[in-house]
């Protein structure tokens, strides 16, 4: 199921509303000497191909964010924790300036959600008289809030509220809190009478329980879809996320102080920025339009050109990794943001003499954007991750062929900057076609053919918030279990094969490997190592270089699934995820955040709780 839109003209914020709302909380926050610790949940057992290397290189952008509008909102007594590099960490023993923090927060993808419960259950398990407030957000809070509640009575824990959106809802939440708060309150006491005098329920982007049944919530309440910043340059500056690291380490406490600033481009050489958002295409089996309302969101060329001055020169960090679902997506503002990149200089030395900046596009806009290529690599872009997904428009038509994409490829190869295809697999598609570009490795061929400097597969596997989810799901596609073995939240990446109707899923596991090894191998190593006068020069063979490597973890993680899928009897789902305690909206209507149940389901007897009824979709939560 995809988010629902909220009702036309009212997707986005007043402009100034962030700004005005940063302002407010400026001049409360002298009144409240608060202190926050953020942690980003990891769980190491997703490290493989095709992110081996970005994926601890890079401190992620979300918990950057958070931290930098509580700085900038002036809590600037807060800490940011990465379980990528502190995996120890236990918020039971956190204590910062000397004692138990007002605010624990939590941020989580969906794929790292068991790591984001362990977090969450060890706060909870914090003395009620010293816990603190514990909020969880990012993109698993997004679009499943309800599994940061559990409702398992013999392992409770649960969050006090989820956000499922962005800053500004954050930062109203804290404001409704703090304006009912009195001195020497603690936040999570000024929470329960904010949440339990209904305060909360006209910030549209949360999610809080009520009531307590052995430990596990009586029901949710969804206050409905966030509206969103339209103009990003509204958002606070990223240079102050970077202050607040907690300094990668094995214990489980938090140090005395944050990670001193000579040392973040060390550990976190690539800096992910937030340039645009949001995707005019609307594929089925990809949330990104959905969760923007359908809308594109920017920041101006000179904004973007401010932060990266301001990073490297407080930090030197010199590369730079957009958080785009489309940075192609909108002709005319891209330019706008080029040329200002393009002439940006960085106190007299010209921006692209300073920094380098990666970036994902479509084929379809990158054609569309093809004279002006030199100018994208004048602003210092120097790669381009690029969704083929399939060749041939047989699984997906946006407009792509072959001759497009090599076409995309060449132009992007000549202009400098690397193409970097992002594949998907999938059923219908052999490893191998005779005549035809519909195989695996014949589009791996051309796409190396044409240029391809690195190179993802994926298993097509159903996103949440997509389109697809449900029907995959209710066809019985997706698996629960193989051979004994459940499906777990961190095998949900593409890289493990858990949604097939294949008779020999197998071979669809042991496709993508090929796949991987018919790009990354000694043979192209050398061939990369001799062709080095290109005007890519070196990164190709670079990129074999940590191709093979990471092929090593990937064959060492996923080869057991292998084993498992050829021998193993598989047990598939017959409904989609869904919240396993009653959730509804404030006015008791349907939940935002939730899949409705179907007429059949509503039927059925009741299972845990009056009103509600589902098949419990086993989860470890
Ligand atoms: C850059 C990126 C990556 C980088 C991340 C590198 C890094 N260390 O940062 C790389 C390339 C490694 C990557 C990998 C993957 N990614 Co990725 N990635 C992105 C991308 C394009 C940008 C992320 C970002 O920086 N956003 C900007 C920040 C500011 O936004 P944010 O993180 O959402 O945070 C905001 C809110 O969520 C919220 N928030 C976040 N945390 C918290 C915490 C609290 C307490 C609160 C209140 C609020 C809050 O406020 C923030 C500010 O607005 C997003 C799509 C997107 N446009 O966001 C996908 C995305 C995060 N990736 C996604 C996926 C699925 C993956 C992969 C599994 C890919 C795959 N195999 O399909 C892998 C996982 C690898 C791994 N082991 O973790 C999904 C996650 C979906 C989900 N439900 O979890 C996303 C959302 C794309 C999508 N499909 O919609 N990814
Ligand atoms: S083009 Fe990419 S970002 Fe846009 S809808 Fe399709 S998969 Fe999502």
């Not at 608060?34 to 980003?40: E, F, R, Y």
């Not at 209904?198 to 307590?212: E, H, K, M, T």
């Not at 014949?442 to 449900?470: C, D, F, H, W, Y």
């Not at 191709?547 to 699934?561: E, F, K």
Request: with cysteine; proline share 7%; net charge positive.
């Amino acid at each position: 199921m995809e988010l629902p839109r909220r009702t036309r003209g009212d997707e986005l914020l007043k402009p100034g509303e962030l700004t005005r709302l940063r302002d407010r909380l400026r001049r409360r926050a002298e009144d409240h000497d608060l202190s926050s610790v953020i942690a980003c949940a990891f769980d190491h057992r997703t490290r493989m191909l095709p992110f081996i290397f970005a994926d601890t290189r890079m401190i992620p952008a979300g918990v950057r964010a958070i931290g930098s509008a509580l700085a900038d909102a002036g809590f600037d007594k807060t800490r940011i924790v990465l379980q990528q590099w502190n995996r120890n960490f236990r918020p039971s023993q956190m204590q910062l300036d000397g004692r138990v923090p007002d605010v624990f927060m939590v941020s989580s993808m969906s794929l790292h959600s068991e790591r984001c419960m362990d977090l969450i259950r060890d706060a909870h398990g914090i003395d009620p008289a010293h816990r603190p407030l514990i909020i969880a957000g990012g993109p698993h809070a997004v679009y499943q809030p309800y599994d940061l509640f559990s409702a398992n009575p013999s392992r409770p824990g649960r969050a006090d509220v989820v956000v499922t959106g962005e800053e500004f809802v954050l930062l109203s939440l804290i404001e409704v809190v703090l304006s009912m708060r009195v001195r020497g309150e603690s936040m999570r006491s000024a929470f329960n009478r904010a949440r339990d005098s209904r305060a909360l329920d006209d910030v549209p982007g949360l999610v809080y329980s009520r009531g307590d049944r052995n430990g596990v919530p009586e029901e949710l309440v969804d206050t409905g879809i966030q509206r969103l910043v339209g103009d990003l340059d509204e958002l606070p500056h990223p240079v102050l996320g970077y202050q607040l690291m907690e300094p990668p380490g094995r214990h489980a406490t938090l140090s005395a102080r944050a990670m001193p600033v000579d040392q973040v481009q060390k550990r976190s050489p690539i800096s992910s920025l937030v340039l645009t958002f949001g995707c005019k295409f609307a594929c089925p089996y990809c949330p990104i339009p959905a969760y923007n309302q359908r809308q594109y969101r920017v920041k101006s060329g000179d904004r973007i050109a401010d932060e990266m001055y301001r990073l490297n020169k407080e930090y030197g960090l010199r590369f730079f990794f957009g958080a785009d679902d489309n940075f192609f997506n909108d002709k005319s503002r891209t330019l706008d943001i080029v040329e200002k990149l393009a002439r940006a200089e960085f106190d007299g030395v010209k921006l692209r003499n300073r920094a380098r900046w990666y970036t994902e596009v479509t084929v379809h806009d990158t054609l569309q954007m093809k004279e002006h290529l030199p100018l994208v690599r004048e602003s210092g872009c120097r790669a381009l991750w690029l969704g083929v997904e399939d060749l041939t428009a047989t699984l997906v038509k946006k407009g792509q062929s072959a001759d497009k994409t090599t076409d995309a490829f060449r132009a992007l190869r000549d202009a400098g900057i690397c193409p970097m295809p992002m594949m998907m697999h999938h059923d219908s598609q052999p490893l191998y076609s005779r005549g035809s570009n519909y195989g695996l490795l014949n589009q791996i061929e051309l796409l190396r053919k044409a240029g391809a400097v690195s190179l993802q597969v994926l298993m097509l596997t159903p996103a949440v918030g997509s389109k697809l989810l449900e029907s995959t799901y209710t066809s019985g596609q997706v698996f629960k279990s193989v051979g004994g073995r459940a499906v777990r939240p961190y095998m949900c990446d593409g890289n493990y094969v858990v949604a097939s109707n294949h008779r020999r899923p197998w071979q669809k596991q042991l496709a993508m490997l090929a796949g991987y090894l018919y790009f990354y191998n000694p043979v192209w190593l050398v061939v990369a190592l001799i062709r080095d006068k290109t005007p890519v020069s070196k990164k190709p063979a670079y990129l074999q270089i940590f191709g093979m490597m990471g092929l090593v973890m990937t064959i060492v993680r996923t080869s057991g699934w292998a084993v498992r899928l050829i021998f193993g009897r598989i047990e598939r789902h017959s409904h989609p995820p869904a919240s396993r305690i009653p959730m509804h909206g404030v006015d008791g209507a349907a939940a935002s955040h939730d899949t409705p149940l179907t007429p059949i389901e509503a039927q059925r007897p009741l299972v845990r709780h009056p009103g509600r009824s589902r098949e419990i979709v086993e989860s470890p939560h």
